[in-house]
C-alpha cells in the first residue's frame, strides 16, 4: 500500500461516511496525553482504565517544568517507536494538536492588553517572521507525523488576533489554502481550532472564514473558547458552525465539572448526533497547575456517566 492510500484509509477510519452515522460513546472518546498523564506510558494507562481506543497528541507528557517535544518534532526514529507503543498497547490515534500559525501574522499588529516596548516588539516580529517562513517545512513535518501515527488530521490556528480580523481574512485564508493544497496532495486534512487569542476565535468567525477555504480544510470544535469574546457555547456557538464541517470536537474539563462555564453536554452530544457528526470527541483538561492529573481522572469519569446516563435513557 502506497502512502496516499495509507492515508485514505485511516482517514475513513477516522471519520465514518456520514450515512452510516454512529452514537456518541465511549469508542469516540479520546484524551490529550499531555493534559492526562506525566508520561506516555501514564497516559496509554489512562487510556485503559477508561477503556478509550484512542488518544490525541500534542506535546510529548513529562513533568512540570521539564523541557519537552512536540510529537511531531520528534526525531524519525522516536516517532516510529512512539507509534509503535500506541499499536502494541491497543491505542488509535484521534488528532494531531499541532501548533501551527498560533503567533502573530507579519504585517499586522496583535491586539494587546498591556503595552509593548520598542525591543520587546523587534524581537517578537523577527521571532515571528521566523516561524511565518518555516511554515512549510512544519506543515510537512506534521505531514510525516500523520504518516507515522495514522492520523491524517492536523490542528491549525489563525494567527494571534488583530483589531479587526475579518479585514484580514482573505489574506489567512490565501495562506490556509495554499498549506491545504499541500496537505491535500497526501491525503491530510487541516482542522483550523477557535481559538480567542486568535482572528478565528469564535465558533462564527471560524465559520466565517472556512468559506474562504477548500474543502479539506474544516473545524476542531472547541466550546469554550469564544467564552472570552462573549461568544454563548451552546446552542449559539454551535449553530453558527458548518456542522458538515466539524472534524474534532474538544471538551473542556471546567465545561464538565463544578465551574461556571460547565455546559450542557448531553444536549450538545444529542446535537452533534442529530447533525451527523462522525468524529472524536476528545477530553482537552486545561485545568492548569498540580491538580491538572487529577482534574482529567474527573473530567473523564463525568465524560463517561454522562454518556452512561444517554444510555440507560434510550428507548
Known amino acids: 500500500m502506497d502512502r496516499r492510500s495509507f492515508l485514505a484509509t485511516a482517514f475513513a477510519a477516522a471519520i465514518p461516511v456520514r450515512a452510516t452515522t454512529k452514537s456518541i460513546d465511549r469508542s469516540r472518546i479520546s484524551a490529550i496525553t499531555d493534559e492526562i498523564a506525566?508520561?506516555?506510558?501514564?497516559?496509554?494507562?489512562?487510556?485503559?482504565?477508561?477503556?478509550?481506543?484512542?488518544?490525541?497528541?500534542?506535546?510529548?507528557?513529562?513533568?512540570?517544568?521539564?523541557?519537552?517535544?512536540?510529537?511531531?518534532?520528534?526525531?524519525?526514529?522516536?516517532?516510529?517507536?512512539?507509534?509503535?507503543?500506541?499499536?502494541?498497547?491497543?491505542i488509535r490515534i484521534a488528532f494531531l494538536d499541532t501548533s501551527f500559525l498560533k503567533y502573530g501574522l507579519p504585517g499586522t499588529e496583535p491586539k494587546r492588553k498591556t503595552p509593548e516596548d520598542e525591543a520587546a516588539r523587534a524581537k517578537r516580529q523577527a521571532r515571528e517572521q521566523a516561524q511565518f517562513d518555516n511554515r512549510l517545512n512544519d506543515l510537512r513535518q506534521g505531514i510525516r507525523a500523520s504518516q507515522v501515527f495514522g492520523c491524517p488530521m492536523l490542528r491549525i490556528f489563525t494567527f494571534s488576533r488583530v483589531a479587526e480580523p475579518e479585514s484580514i481574512y482573505p489574506r489567512i485564508a490565501e495562506i490556509i489554502g495554499e498549506m491545504a493544497v499541500i496537505a491535500a496532495k497526501d491525503g491530510?486534512?487541516?482542522?483550523?481550532?477557535?481559538?480567542?487569542?486568535?482572528?478565528?476565535?469564535?465558533?462564527?468567525?471560524?465559520?466565517?472564514?472556512?468559506?474562504?477555504?477548500?474543502?479539506?480544510?474544516?473545524?476542531?470544535?472547541?466550546?469554550?473558547?469564544?467564552?472570552?469574546?462573549?461568544?454563548?457555547?451552546?446552542p449559539d456557538g454551535y449553530n453558527a458552525l458548518h456542522n458538515d464541517r466539524v472534524w474534532s470536537v474538544h471538551i473542556k474539563g471546567k465545561s464538565l465539572l463544578d465551574y461556571p462555564e460547565r455546559?450542557?453536554?448531553?444536549?450538545?452530544?444529542?446535537?452533534?448526533?442529530?447533525?451527523?457528526?462522525?468524529?472524536?470527541?476528545?477530553?482537552?483538561?486545561?485545568?492548569?497547575?498540580?491538580?491538572?492529573?487529577a482534574a482529567s481522572h474527573a473530567s473523564m469519569k463525568e465524560i463517561l456517566r454522562l454518556l452512561g446516563a444517554r444510555q440507560n435513557q434510550s428507548p
Open 38 to 90: 506525566r508520561s506516555p506510558e501514564a497516559a496509554i494507562d489512562f487510556a485503559h482504565q477508561y477503556g478509550l481506543d484512542w488518544l490525541s497528541l500534542r506535546g510529548v507528557p513529562a513533568e512540570p517544568k521539564t523541557r519537552t517535544s512536540s510529537y511531531y518534532t520528534l526525531e524519525p526514529e522516536a516517532m516510529r517507536q512512539a507509534a509503535r507503543e500506541f499499536k502494541d498497547a491497543g
Open 188 to 234: 491530510v486534512k487541516l482542522l483550523i481550532e477557535n481559538e480567542g487569542s486568535q482572528n478565528a476565535g469564535t465558533s462564527a468567525e471560524t465559520a466565517k472564514l472556512l468559506k474562504l477555504l477548500p474543502s479539506n480544510v474544516g473545524i476542531n470544535w472547541d466550546s469554550l473558547n469564544g467564552l472570552g469574546l462573549g461568544e454563548k457555547p451552546f
Open 263 to 293: 455546559l450542557d453536554w448531553p444536549a450538545i452530544f444529542s446535537a452533534l448526533e442529530r447533525d451527523g457528526y462522525q468524529g472524536r470527541l476528545e477530553l482537552e483538561t486545561h485545568i492548569f497547575g498540580e491538580q491538572q492529573v
